[in-house]
T-cell receptor, first 119, second 111 residues
Framework: SAVISQKPSRDICQRGTSLTIQCQVD?????MFWYRQQPGQSLTLIAT?????????ESGFVIDKFPISRPNLTFSTLTVSNMSPEDSSIYLCSVARGGRLGPANYGYTFGSGTRLTVV | QKEVEQNSGPLSVPEGAIASLNCTYSDRVSQSFFWYRQYSGKSPELIMS????GDKEDGRFTAQLNKASQYVSLLIRDSQPSDSATYLCAGQKTSYDKVIFGPGTSLSVIP
């Protein structure tokens, strides 16, 4: 199954600044997904990133706050902009386990996550 | 109704017992279902997927799907302390659709 390298693993940031999180996949994938997991909560999908097109954002998430890049089929970045303490969360990228081999019937695999603390 | 619902727990079982985790879902997520295990401070790890009515077994894990009743369950036989984690149920409308996660159930296996 696809393997994801995500970085940074954690960061402490000042409010008002921005942080860019990177995910590198060891195989080509059509879609990459960005999730947020707030403390003690489940995963909430932020957006779906397709190569060559604008990311699709879920309700409650906007591009100005969470710009996403998808320059190729193995890489994506998520930026958390103008951060506030409410943005303190774990951010995770995810891809279909089967990579580009087929639909996501094999389930999804996750990067190791980025633990963000905004002070 | 939320798309995927679970009892938050915590669920405590003695070592060696069967742990039963349940999940219900709405029509928004009706095709594919996944169970993920998440240890504290770690990312979710897929342990089971199920798409058809009935049971699917993998080692000590059995997933059960009942589409008529819209529930999916996970049984863990011979529970071990290492099974102590949060278990996330997730569903998907179609193979290419987004995956929606439930709130998770915290399981504690007592030695």
């Amino acid at each position: 199954s696809a393997v994801i390298s995500q970085k940074p693993s954690r960061d402490i940031c000042q409010r008002g600044t921005s942080l860019t999180i990177q995910c590198q996949v060891d195989s080509q994938v059509t879609m990459m997904f960005w999730y947020r997991q707030q403390p003690g909560q489940s995963l909430t999908l932020i957006a779906t990133a397709n190569q060559g097109s604008e990311a699709t954002y879920e309700s409650g998430f906007v591009i100005d706050k969470f710009p996403i890049s998808r320059p190729n089929l193995t890489f994506s970045t998520l930026t958390v902009s103008n951060m506030s303490p409410e943005d303190s969360s774990i951010y995770l990228c995810s891809v279909a386990r089967g990579g580009r081999l087929g639909p996501a019937n094999y389930g999804y695999t996750f990067g190791s996550g980025t633990r963000l603390t905004v002070v | 109704q939320k798309e995927v619902e679970q009892n938050s727990g915590p669920l405590s079982v003695p070592e060696g017992a069967i742990a039963s985790l349940n999940c219900t879902y709405s029509d928004r997520v009706s095709q594919s279902f996944f169970w993920y295990r998440q240890y504290s401070g770690k990312s979710p790890e897929l342990i089971m997927s199920i798409y058809s009515n009935g049971d699917k077994e993998d080692g000590r894990f059995t997933a059960q799907l009942n589409k008529a009743s819209q529930y999916v369950s996970l049984l863990i036989r011979d529970s071990q302390p290492s099974d102590s984690a949060t278990y996330l149920c997730a569903g998907q409308k179609t193979s290419y659709d987004k995956v929606i996660f439930g709130p998770g159930t915290s399981l504690s296996v007592i030695p």
